[in-house]
C-alpha cells in the first residue's frame, strides 16, 4: 500500500519507519530542508541548542518505535537517566531539586523543602497509578474506539475535574501546586482548562523518569533519518503540502507545490489547520503557544543550572543548558512564561543570574516564529474536556486520513508523540 506521510517532525519520522517496516510503500513529505521538527538542533558559530524538547518521559516508546522499525534504540545510541528533572527557586528563595524515577528519593526532596510535604506529594502522585494503567490499556497504548472504551477510561475522559481544582484539593503549599503543574503551563494551558487526568505526569515522572542522549534528542532525529533510508522510505524535503486529494470522498493522495502525490492512505502528522480540508474538523481547537525563547552563547564562568532551572514568579523563566559550546563557553536557553513586558535577559538578571555582560551569541524566537516554522511543537490548546474529543487520530472523519504528532492523540511531548505513530501503524497494520 502507497502511503503519504505529510510531516517530518517525531510523529511523521516514527509512523513513517512502523509503516516502512511493515512492507508499506512511504513516502514522507518535510516542509524544511531536514526533517526532525522540535527534535533538532539550532546551531550558530560553535554553539547548539534544543529547538524543543530536551529530555522524556517513558524511555520504552522510544525503545519499542526502534525495535518495531529494525535494529533495537542501544545499537544506535543510548539514552541516559536524568538525576534532576528540575530545580524548582520559589518566590520565598527556596528550591526543590526535584529527582525522578524514585519514590523515595522524591520523598526526601519534598521533606527537604518542608516537613509534611513529602507524604503529600507521594499520596497526589499514587492517586495516579489507576488512572495510568486504565488510560494506558484502553487509550494510549491501544486504538480503541470510543464507542467501546471500557466505562472506567471514559469516566476519566469526560470527568469535568480540572487540573486546577485538583491541586487545590490536594496540595495547602503552592509550591507544590506549582510543581506539579509546571509541564502545561510551560506549554502554555491555563490549569483551569486541563484536564485533572492529566495530572499522570507527575507519576511518569516518579516511576520512570527522565531520559536524554548524549549530544540531546536531536540524536533521535539523526537515528530515525537513518532508518528512513535503509527502510526505502522516499523523503522529499523542502516540499510544502498544500491539501489532500479526495475521490468520492476519501483520501487518496495529496497535492504539493511540486506535483501531487498518489497514495492508498495519508497520514496528518503536522497542524490540521495548515490543510484547508482538514481544518474544518478542527475549528474548535487553538494551537497552544510556544514561550518566548533565547538561545544564548555565554562566555566564562556561569552558574550552574543543571538539567532545567525554573524561576517561578510572574514571568516564570526556565533555563536550560544547551546541547553544545566552545571550550571556555556554556550554552543556555531561556524560556519567559507569562506577563514578559521586558527582555528575557533583564527579567533573568532580576532573580539573580545577570549574565548579559557575557553574551557573545545569541538567537531570538518569538512564539509566531515557532508556530510559523511547522506548527506549534506544544500541540493543541487545553480547552476543557471536549478537547480529547476534538483532537483527531488515529483515524480521522476523511476515510483514508489518519492522524500523528502533537496535535493528534494522545497529545504533545515525546512519549505521546510516539505513541500516536503506534496507534496509526495498528490501525492501518501490515502490507
Not at 275 to 303: D, N
Not at 335 to 353: I, K, N, S
Request: hydrophobic fraction near 40%.
Amino acid at each position: 500500500m502507497r502511503v503519504v506521510v505529510i510531516g517530518g517532525g517525531l510523529g511523521g519520522l516514527a509512523t513513517a519507519a512502523r509503516l516502512a517496516k511493515l512492507r508499506h510503500e512511504v513516502t514522507l513529505v518535510e516542509q524544511q530542508p531536514t526533517p526532525g521538527g522540535a527534535l533538532t538542533l539550532w546551531s550558530e558559530d560553535g554553539f547548539a541548542w534544543d529547538r524543543g524538547a530536551h529530555s522524556t518521559l517513558l524511555p520504552a516508546v522510544l525503545r519499542d518505535l526502534f525495535r518495531k522499525s529494525g535494529r533495537p534504540l542501544e545499537r544506535e545510541l543510548e539514552l541516559e537517566p536524568v538525576e534532576v528533572i528540575r530545580t524548582h527557586r520559589f518566590a520565598d528563595g527556596s528550591r526543590l531539586d526535584l529527582p525522578g524515577g524514585s519514590r523515595a528519593a522524591q520523598l526526601r526532596a519534598f521533606e527537604a523543602l518542608a516537613p509534611g510535604l513529602g507524604q503529600a506529594w507521594l499520596d497526589h502522585v499514587a492517586s495516579y497509578g489507576e488512572v495510568w494503567e486504565a488510560l494506558r490499556r484502553h487509550h494510549l497504548e491501544v486504538p480503541t474506539p470510543r464507542d467501546r472504551l471500557p466505562r472506567e477510561a471514559v469516566a476519566l475522559l469526560d470527568s469535568r475535574e480540572m487540573l486546577h481544582r485538583r491541586l487545590r484539593k490536594d496540595f495547602r503549599d503552592e509550591r507544590l501546586r506549582l510543581v506539579a503543574g509546571h509541564r502545561f503551563v510551560a506549554e502554555g494551558h491555563d490549569l483551569r482548562n486541563v484536564p485533572a487526568w492529566l495530572g499522570l505526569h507527575s507519576y511518569l515522572e516518579q516511576r520512570f523518569g527522565a531520559w536524554t542522549a548524549p549530544g540531546g534528542l536531536a540524536r533521535v532525529t539523526e537515528a530515525l533519518t537513518a532508518r528512513m533510508a535503509t527502510r526505502g522510505v522516499s523523503v522529499l524535503t523542502g516540499t510544502t503540502v498544500r491539501d489532500l486529494v479526495l475521490r468520492e470522498g476519501r483520501c487518496v493522495g495529496a497535492t504539493t507545490d511540486a506535483g501531487e502525490l498518489d497514495a492508498d492512505a495519508v497520514v496528518c502528522a503536522i497542524d490540521p489547520r495548515r490543510l484547508p480540508t482538514v481544518a474544518p474538523y478542527v475549528a474548535r481547537t487553538m494551537p497552544a503557544l510556544p514561550p518566548v525563547v533565547a538561545h544564548v552563547g555565554l562566555a566564562g564562568e556561569v552558574p550552574d543550572v543543571g538539567h532545567e532551572l525554573v524561576l517561578h514568579g510572574d514571568p516564570t523563566l526556565v533555563v536550560r543548558a544547551g546541547s553544545r559550546a566552545p571550550e571556555g563557553h556554556v550554552a543556555w536557553t531561556v524560556h519567559g512564561h507569562g506577563r514578559l513586558a521586558e527582555d528575557l535577559l533583564v527579567a533573568l538578571a532580576r532573580t539573580g543570574l545577570d549574565v548579559r555582560q557575557q553574551v557573545v551569541v545569541r538567537v531570538d524566537r518569538s512564539p509566531r516564529a515557532q508556530v510559523e516554522e511547522g506548527g506549534s511543537a506544544m500541540g493543541v490548546l487545553w480547552q476543557g474536556r471536549g478537547t480529547v474529543r476534538r483532537r483527531l487520530g488515529p483515524t480521522t472523519p476523511i476515510p483514508g486520513l489518519y492522524a500523528a504528532g502533537a496535535h493528534a492523540r494522545p497529545g504533545g511531548g515525546v512519549p505521546f508523540v510516539g505513541l500516536s505513530a503506534a496507534l496509526v501503524a495498528q490501525v492501518i497494520g501490515p502490507a
